[in-house]
């Protein structure tokens, strides 16, 4: 998908028009301002599958996270039982 490029003047002169291509035509829109970042204009459905993909990542990465423990041979390992104990003791 190509995208187009336009300066925050462009889009401040003709900003319902812009919003329409991004909206109808489903176009995505780079919008540059001097000396700052540049942002961005998508679709909904586009920023709603950024977002599931961004918590699958994140989910991905927790999982990585907490697996790690696990791996090590090294890592105090308790029965359920002894889990149980130790939270109960702790209340």
């Known amino acids: 998908m190509e995208m187009r490029s336009l300066s925050s003047k462009q ?6 028009d812009t ?8 176009e995505h829109i780079a919008i540059k ?8 204009m998508i679709p909904a459905k586009d920023y709603e ?4 993909l961004l918590e699958q990542a994140e989910d991905k990465l927790d999982l990585e996270e907490a697996e ?3 791996a090590n041979p090294e890592q105090e390992r308790l029965t359920f039982e002894e889990f149980l104990k130790e939270i109960y003791k702790n209340l």
């Open 11 to 16: 889009v401040r002169e003709c900003f319902t």
């Open 19 to 26: 919003l329409n291509h991004v909206a109808c035509d489903l």
């Open 68 to 70: 790690k423990p696990m």
């Open 33 to 40: 301002s001097p000396g700052k970042e540049t942002v961005y």
């Open 49 to 52: 599958l950024f977002i599931k």
